[in-house]
């Protein structure tokens, strides 16, 4: 048996992880998904529940249900009914696979708990393709009780890549803004929760309003706009610390900031006179520079993920519409054509899409181009919707969508929808949500 | 239906009121309530109230959609508001600009900077000092009615002058 230990660091606390191998054979025929097939008929998936752990089992239940989850809600997983399963996998048993084929079961996930003496515990776990009756994957997680949701994101990420070759999206977070009172005197709060609406917690606590969030690189800090000081202004919130501090104090309003890749500046709008350009902000020597200028409205910026450019979108043509430029300024060309407007664009972490928000013919549309704005395609439509954010491998994106007010209506929820415009779910959270923001894989 | 003739009814009666005598019973400009300071801060009446202000000249100007130029009505009421900045020299505004639902988030916000700003140059051209003027942007976050149809949509499109 072949062992590889990699750490990991999770929150600062330190995360073993150790490769299984079993049976390295090379697979023959493979289990894969293509995500970019259209339509695709969900792989029928078992996960049993995790054996060893102790109290009755609970976790190794737990671990298994919180996996299911997280795959069945990717759209392109089945897990089957536990209540169907032939065969018990105890700790250290191997599958029967043909009881497994019985039930149609293409992938098999059988995993076990152990708990240590120091409080910690090691979850193993194990992916297998019952035709080839092979493995497919192994990996053993050393680390506290606590940590348990994190692994169990971290095992769905690893079925995910396996079966589909992408990476995973299952171990983030998203902070997005909770809404609620009526429409006129609407308290908005920041909130923050992991992306299958567990381990919510409310950040602000409503007094100010705020808006348009944003995850630093490392999803350790929070950037966003809030009416604290009076006059709309750009904030940094650090989540371990669980404080707030103002970005500076610059003349004029400051809004929608975003962080670069590297973490080291945040690029943001600033209103002055009634003129609002884009600018930049070196979060150590909390010195701005001018980026865009020019009477218009440059707004909602958003790096490239390799740092070298920013989209934005901009009246200056005469109507809203995206605009790409180099991130030191300079090099500004437009990119979108269709009729309408086009607003909130957001480039892929993958670099190869932006998604923005397209208002047109009095509807909302979520929808995504290439970085030269060729290949518009839209993907939802809605009386509106708004705001899109790319979880970590570009093949998902959120979004908030509002129904019509005074209908007992107006009220806002999240949804994600895939890059094929299909699996469109709700995301639970607690009352209203707008303004959602994906973070990175948590490290 | 039904409903939806109440609420038609409801903005023009506002409309109405507002071309008038500004409707004093939500306060203009509404009260903000939690979400932020803002809204008027003087005194609620009398002479250089918010008040004051809304029967007298008006306190507030309304935008064509994605707009934010003066139309010659709100000329007229930013006329009459300089001539009552004048008769109370000690009494400093701010501009708020808002916007309907039907754009984004961001670009709202900006737009709510512009529509302030534009008031704020009139009443400055008309020779009220710059410094007496501040400006805010709501963007699409204080709706002044929360309905989803047009005449509502007209109705929140406004710069609103609040006394602080």
């Given at each position: 048996?072949?062992?590889?230990?990699?750490?990991?660091?999770?929150?600062?606390?330190?995360?073993?992880?150790?490769?299984?191998?079993?049976?390295?054979?090379?697979?023959?025929?493979?289990?894969?998904?293509?995500?970019?097939?259209?339509?695709?008929?969900?792989?029928?998936?078992?996960?049993?529940?995790?054996?060893?752990?102790?109290?009755?089992?609970?976790?190794?239940?737990?671990?298994?249900?919180?996996?299911?989850?997280?795959?069945?809600?990717?759209?392109?997983?089945?897990?089957?009914?536990?209540?169907?399963?032939?065969?018990?996998?105890?700790?250290?048993?191997?599958?029967?696979?043909?009881?497994?084929r019985?039930?149609?079961?293409?992938?098999?996930?059988?995993?076990?708990?152990?708990?240590?003496?120091?409080?910690?515990?090691?979850?193993?776990?194990?992916?297998?393709?019952?035709?080839?009756?092979?493995?497919?994957?192994?990996?053993a997680?050393?680390?506290?009780?606590q940590?348990?949701?994190?692994?169990?994101?971290?095992?769905?990420?690893?079925?995910?890549?396996?079966?589909?070759?992408?990476?995973?999206?299952?171990?983030?977070?998203?902070?997005?803004?909770?809404?609620?009172?009526?429409?006129?005197?609407?308290?908005?709060?920041?909130?923050?929760?992991?992306?299958?609406g567990?381990?919510?917690?409310?950040?602000?606590d409503?007094?100010?309003?705020?808006?348009?969030?944003?995850?630093?690189?490392?999803?350790?800090?929070?950037?966003?706009l809030?009416?604290?000081?009076?006059?709309?202004?750009?904030?940094?919130?650090?989540?371990?610390?669980?404080?707030?501090e103002?970005?500076?104090?610059?003349?004029?309003?400051?809004?929608?900031?975003?962080?670069?890749p590297?973490?080291?500046?945040?690029?943001?709008?600033?209103?002055?006179?009634?003129?609002?350009?884009?600018?930049?902000?070196?979060?150590?020597?909390?010195?701005?520079?001018?980026?865009?200028?020019?009477?218009?409205?440059?707004?909602?910026?958003?790096?490239?993920?390799?740092?070298?450019?920013?989209?934005?979108?901009?009246?200056?043509?005469?109507?809203?519409?995206?605009?790409?430029?180099?991130?030191?300024?300079?090099?500004?060309?437009?990119?979108?054509f269709?009729?309408?407007?086009?607003?909130?664009?957001?480039?892929?972490?993958?670099?190869?899409?932006?998604?923005?928000?397209?208002?047109?013919?009095?509807?909302?549309?979520?929808?995504?181009?290439?970085?030269?704005?060729?290949?518009?395609?839209?993907?939802?439509?809605?009386?509106?919707?708004?705001?899109?954010?790319?979880?970590?491998?570009?093949?998902?994106?959120?979004?908030?969508?509002?129904?019509?007010?005074?209908?007992?209506g107006?009220?806002?929820?999240?949804?994600?929808?895939?890059?094929?415009?299909?699996?469109?779910?709700?995301?639970?959270?607690?009352?209203?949500?707008?303004?959602?923001?994906?973070?990175?894989?948590?490290? | 239906?039904?409903?939806?003739?109440?609420?038609?009814?409801g903005?023009?009666l506002?409309?109405?009121?507002?071309?008038?005598?500004?409707?004093?019973?939500?306060?203009?400009?509404?009260?903000?309530?939690?979400?932020?300071?803002?809204?008027?801060?003087?005194?609620?009446?009398?002479?250089?109230?918010?008040?004051?202000?809304?029967?007298?000249?008006?306190?507030?100007?309304?935008?064509?959609?994605?707009?934010?130029?003066?139309?010659?009505?709100?000329?007229?009421?930013?006329?009459?508001?300089?001539?009552?900045?004048?008769?109370?020299?000690?009494?400093?505004?701010?501009?708020?600009?808002?916007?309907?639902?039907?754009?984004t988030?961001?670009?709202?916000?900006?737009?709510?900077?512009?529509?302030?700003?534009?008031?704020?140059?009139?009443?400055?051209?008309?020779?009220?000092?710059?410094?007496r003027?501040?400006t805010?942007?709501?963007?699409?976050?204080?709706?002044?009615?929360?309905?989803?149809?047009?005449?509502?949509?007209?109705?929140?499109r406004?710069?609103?002058?609040?006394?602080?």
């Amino acid at each position: 048996m072949t062992m590889k230990n990699n750490i990991l660091g999770v929150a600062g606390v330190a995360l073993t992880v150790v490769v299984l191998l079993l049976m390295s054979l090379p697979a023959s025929a493979e289990l894969r998904i293509d995500l970019l097939r259209g339509k695709i008929e969900p792989m029928p998936i078992a996960i049993p529940a995790f054996a060893g752990g102790g109290e009755g089992g609970q976790v190794g239940r737990d671990l298994a249900q919180v996996i299911s989850a997280d795959l069945e809600s990717s759209g392109l997983f089945r897990p089957l009914d536990p209540r169907s399963f032939i065969q018990n996998v105890a700790a250290g048993e191997g599958p029967r696979f043909g009881d497994w084929r019985q039930i149609s079961a293409q992938a098999l996930v059988t995993g076990s708990v152990q708990t240590q003496g120091d409080g910690r515990f090691r979850v193993e776990f194990r992916l297998w393709d019952v035709f080839a009756e092979q493995q497919l994957a192994g990996f053993a997680y050393t680390t506290t009780r606590q940590n348990w949701r994190r692994i169990a994101h971290i095992i769905a990420d690893q079925i995910y890549k396996r079966i589909t070759g992408e990476d995973g999206y299952f171990d983030t977070r998203i902070v997005y803004i909770s809404e609620s009172g009526p429409a006129q005197k609407r308290v908005k709060r920041l909130a923050m929760m992991d992306q299958d609406g567990a381990n919510h917690r409310y950040l602000t606590d409503g007094r100010a309003l705020v808006l348009t969030p944003r995850f630093s690189p490392s999803a350790q800090e929070i950037t966003y706009l809030s009416y604290a000081a009076g006059t709309p202004r750009v904030y940094l919130f650090n989540i371990d610390a669980g404080r707030q501090e103002s970005i500076g104090d610059f003349p004029g309003m400051t809004f929608a900031p975003r962080f670069s890749p590297d973490g080291n500046r945040v690029v943001l709008s600033r209103s002055v006179n009634g003129t609002t350009n884009i600018f930049v902000l070196d979060l150590r020597s909390r010195k701005m520079s001018r980026l865009t200028e020019g009477s218009s409205i440059d707004t909602t910026p958003s790096y490239s993920p390799d740092g070298g450019k920013i989209v934005f979108n901009s009246d200056r043509g005469g109507s809203q519409q995206l605009y790409v430029m180099d991130s030191g300024g300079g090099g500004i060309k437009r990119i979108s054509f269709g009729a309408g407007k086009y607003g909130t664009p957001v480039w892929s972490p993958r670099g190869d899409l932006i998604a923005f928000t397209k208002i047109e013919g009095g509807s909302f549309y979520i929808g995504v181009m290439k970085p030269d704005g060729s290949g518009e395609r839209l993907l939802t439509r809605d009386f509106l919707v708004e705001g899109p954010t790319w979880a970590p491998n570009g093949r998902v994106l959120m979004y908030f969508r509002q129904g019509r007010s005074g209908r007992g209506g107006g009220s806002s929820r999240l949804f994600t929808i895939d890059l094929t415009g299909g699996n469109q779910r709700e995301v639970p959270t607690p009352g209203d949500a707008s303004d959602p923001a994906w973070s990175p894989l948590l490290r | 239906m039904l409903t939806r003739l109440i609420a038609v009814a409801g903005a023009l009666l506002l409309l109405a009121a507002c071309s008038s005598n500004p409707d004093p019973a939500g306060g203009p400009g509404g009260p903000l309530g939690p979400g932020g300071p803002g809204g008027p801060s003087g005194p609620r009446s009398g002479p250089g109230s918010q008040q004051d202000l809304a029967s007298t000249a008006g306190d507030r100007v309304f935008f064509a959609y994605d707009r934010a130029e003066i139309s010659p009505e709100a000329q007229q009421i930013l006329r009459r508001q300089s001539e009552w900045l004048r008769r109370y020299p000690n009494v400093s505004v701010t501009i708020e600009g808002h916007c309907d639902e039907r754009g984004t988030r961001e670009y709202n916000l900006a737009l709510g900077e512009r529509r302030a700003q534009s008031v704020k140059n009139v009443l400055v051209a008309l020779g009220i000092p710059a410094g007496r003027i501040q400006t805010i942007s709501y963007g699409k976050e204080r709706p002044e009615i929360p309905l989803s149809d047009n005449q509502s949509y007209a109705q929140n499109r406004r710069g609103v002058t609040t006394v602080n």
